[in-house]
C-alpha cells in the first residue's frame, strides 16, 4: 500500500510525511525508496532524496508507485497537483487498498509568516517576500489540496498535530491500521531536524499585521473558514 502526503508548502508537510513514516517503521513496515525514475525533480534539478517525493501524477505514475509498494506500507511525499489523474483511477485504488491520502495544511496567514521566514533565510532564493507575491503562490497550492482533499482522506490541520505528541501519530496510526506508541514515534520524529522547523500556532496573532491579517483572509475566505472552523465539509464543495 502507498500512502500519499500531500502538504502545502510551509504547512508542517515535511513533519507529518516523517510522523506517517516512522508510524509504520514502528509497526514493522520498512519504508521503500521508490526508483529514481519515479521521483520528482528536486529543485536543484537532481534526482532522489532521502524524501520519497513523487510527481507530477499521472494515472501511469500512480500505478508504478503502488507496484513499488507492494508488500509493505510506504509513505510517498507531495506537493504536485492531482489534476492529471482519473478520478476513477484513484478511487478504485482507494477502494483496493492499495493507496492512502494524508492531506496537510496550516492557516494561511501562519503560511506566509513561514514563507517570509524561508525568504529571509535564503535571499539569494525566489521566494515570497510580500503579501500580494505570498498569495499569488498560494493560490494553486491551495486548489491542489482542495483537489487531493476531495478524496477520501485523512486531514491534518497543523495546529492539531504538530504541538500535541499524541494526537498526531495516533490519528495517522488509526487511518493505516497499525498500533504504536504514539509517544516513541514523537521522540523519534522530534529528534530530526525536521522538528527544527516546527513554529507556534496561531504566529499571526502577534507577528502580523491586522491588515495583511484580513488581506490573507479575504483572499481565501472559505479555506479560512474552514481552518478556523474545522469545518472539513469545505472539501466537498465544487470549485
Known amino acids: 500500500m502507498i500512502v500519499i502526503s500531500y502538504g502545502i508548502r510551509k504547512s508542517g508537510s515535511t513533519f507529518a510525511f516523517e510522523l506517517a513514516k516512522t508510524v509504520l517503521e514502528l509497526a514493522g513496515y520498512s519504508q521503500v525508496l521508490l526508483p529514481e525514475a519515479l521521483l520528482a525533480p528536486a529543485n536543484n534539478g537532481t534526482r532522489g532524496r532521502r524524501i520519497n517525493a513523487a510527481g507530477p501524477w499521472t494515472d501511469d505514475l500512480l500505478a508504478q508507485v503502488i507496484e513499488a509498494g507492494q508488500g509493505t506500507k510506504t509513505v510517498v511525499r507531495t506537493h504536485a497537483n492531482p489534476r492529471r489523474l482519473s478520478s476513477t483511477r484513484v478511487v478504485d485504488a482507494l477502494d483496493a487498498g492499495e493507496l492512502k491520502i494524508h492531506v496537510v495544511f496550516r492557516d494561511p496567514r501562519d503560511t506566509v509568516l513561514s514563507l517570509f ?72 520524529v522530534s529528534s530530526r531536524r525536521t522538528r527544527k522547523n516546527v513554529a507556534q500556532p496561531r504566529r499571526y496573532t502577534t507577528e502580523m499585521s491586522a491588515t495583511d491579517a484580513a488581506r490573507i483572509a479575504a483572499a481565501f475566505p472559505g479555506y479560512t473558514q474552514m481552518v478556523e472552523q474545522r469545518d472539513f465539509g469545505w472539501f466537498s464543495y465544487e470549485r
Open 117 to 188: 521566514d524561508e525568504a529571509r533565510d535564503k535571499p539569494e532564493k525566489n521566494k515570497a517576500r510580500t503579501v500580494d507575491d505570498a498569495i499569488d503562490r498560494l493560490r494553486p497550492r491551495i486548489r491542489s489540496l482542495w483537489h487531493w482533499g476531495s478524496y477520501p482522506s485523512l486531514k491534518l490541520l497543523y495546529d492539531d498535530f504538530a504541538f500535541d505528541p499524541v494526537t498526531g501519530p495516533q490519528l495517522i496510526a488509526d487511518d493505516l491500521g497499525v498500533t504504536i506508541d504514539p509517544h516513541e514515534v514523537w521522540r523519534i
